[in-house]
């Protein structure tokens, strides 16, 4: 199992901060287990931390006023979520839940105010992870505004193979097990609809479909769907 700092040390945005300010951080990290399906927190309630995704996933979520949910972006080891409420006495934005057996640490606001206040590199280090958030919230809503379902979905697998996917003999696998309705709510429409565009994809053979693995065969092909 693999400690805080070789953790810490292993994330993007901190490899260019020293090991005494690693240590820092991982000094007021608190490791938690969880249990595919728990919530660690829900939209609107106080944000209290910072988590970071050690082991397993955790998919974050806005549920609409009709009870909607609308899947923002998967975390996966090394991620960080939750940051927006650092610096900041607000609610959570959205919604976090465990997509299978995960290990969170979790670094309370204040605690981690203090740390980067007396470490101010790790500051600039926190606000590339904000920045990058930030741009992908704008390519979700331009994806949203200007791209129909198929074009919508072409995009999401795109995305899901170049950040949890893995290559094969027959072409880029997915390496995240998702539900039809998951993929839906990712992409902004039904369950229904996304199954019938996975159904079209297959049929023009730009992917594969193993009950719930969804193999990439013409990524090149596919693409062309966005545009």
């Known amino acids: 199992m693999i400690d805080k700092l070789s953790f810490l040390k292993k994330i993007p945005y901190f490899t260019d901060i020293s090991d005494a300010e690693l240590k820092a951080i991982a000094d007021i990290m ?8 728990s919530l660690l927190f829900m939209e609107g309630e106080f944000g209290e931390a910072v988590h970071f995704v050690m082991e397993g996933k955790v998919k974050i979520y806005k549920t609409s006023e009709d009870g909607r949910e609308h899947i923002l972006y998967i975390a996966v080891p090394g991620d960080i979520f939750a940051e927006v409420i650092l610096f900041n006495e607000v609610n959570y934005p959205a919604t976090a839940e465990v997509l299978e057996q995960a290990r969170i640490a979790v670094i309370r606001n204040e605690d981690l105010e203090q740390v980067l206040k007396d470490h101010p590199p790790m500051a600039v280090a926190i606000i590339k992870v904000l920045n990058k958030r930030l741009m992908d919230a704008q390519q979700q809503v331009k994806s949203l505004a200007l791209h129909n379902t198929h074009g919508r ?4 697998l795109i995305k899901l193979a170049m950040e949890h996917g893995s290559k094969t003999e027959n072409g880029m696998e997915l390496d995240l097990v998702i539900s039809r309705q998951e993929l839906a709510n ?3 429409t039904t369950r229904e609809t996304v199954t019938r565009v996975l159904m079209a994809f297959k049929k023009y053979q730009l992917i594969e479909i193993d009950r719930n693995t969804i193999r990439i065969t013409q990524p090149d092909k596919l693409k062309e ?3």
């Open 186 to 188: 990712m992409v902004g």
């Open 30 to 37: 608190i490791e938690r287990t969880f249990q595919r399906g």
């Open 153 to 156: 979905t072409a995009q999401m």
């Open 225 to 227: 769907w966005i545009n």
